[in-house]
């Protein structure tokens, strides 16, 4: 069985980093694209970006790029996302999806509060 | 970016009847390798989205029978041949031919009348 499990819930404040992850089971992690896909309170779904693990070739949406960086560990089937300098706008649910958005994590929630 | 509209936004539906959304895309989504790679999605509240369709018309394990994806280029509609309750939430549409990013459609609210 396929999984996607996302790290948990996090409140972070304006300035600080933040590195979240998505551990994965169930299937070869090095042959699938996997993604990461935000939604903002209330609002509808963006990709972000997506990795391949088996070479790291990792893409950006153009309005994510340079905001954050995307990133596998092969040895641990993990996908990560992660941020240098968060802000308010960051806060919103993340969801890690594999290629095509066939199976999803259960969503981490990122909150950014002075 | 390629733009996708869907419409209509919001879906009041009877228990028992059809529904049907539609989604335009602004650019033909016909892939090199002579694919088309228009997805459906169905996210209920405080859930995780779940893929009905895949390339245009194709049903994901366990989805009902009951949902059809069709068309072609740039116009695609999903077909609900009678809603149930557990059919509410919100849909979105998906392409996954153009990179440097796939996109969604807006999303359109079902609920029962």
């Known amino acids: 069985e396929v999984q996607l499990v996302q790290s948990g819930a996090e409140v972070k404040k304006p300035g600080e980093s933040l590195k979240i992850s998505c551990k994965t089971s169930?299937?070869?992690?090095?042959?699938?694209?996997i993604g990461w896909v935000r939604q903002m309170p209330g609002k509808g779904l963006e990709w972000m970006g997506i990795?391949?693990?088996?070479?790291?070739?990792?893409k950006y949406s153009p309005s994510f790029q340079g905001q954050v960086s995307i990133s596998a560990d092969k040895s641990i089937s993990t996908a990560y996302l992660q941020w240098s300098s968060l802000k308010a706008s960051d806060t919103a649910m993340y969801y890690c999806?594999?290629?095509?958005?066939?199976?999803w994590g259960q969503g981490t929630l990122v909150t950014v509060s002075s | 970016d390629v733009v996708m509209t869907q419409s209509p936004l919001s879906l009041p539906v009877t228990l028992g009847q059809p529904a049907s959304i539609s989604c335009r895309s602004s650019q033909s989504l016909v892939y090199s390798d002579g694919n088309t790679y228009l997805n459906w999605f169905h996210q209920r509240p405080g859930q995780s989205p779940r893929r009905l369709i895949y390339k245009v018309s194709n049903r994901d394990s366990g989805v009902p029978d009951r949902f059809s994806g069709s068309g072609s280029g740039t116009d695609f509609t999903l077909k609900i041949s009678r809603v149930e309750a557990e059919d509410v939430g919100v849909y979105y549409c998906m392409q996954g031919t153009h990179w440097p990013a796939w996109t969604f459609g807006q999303g359109t609210k079902v609920e029962i009348k």
């Open positions: 169930g299937y070869t992690f090095t042959n699938y694209w």
């Open positions: 999806a594999r290629h095509h958005g066939a199976y």
């Open positions: 990795i391949y693990p088996g070479d790291s070739d990792t």
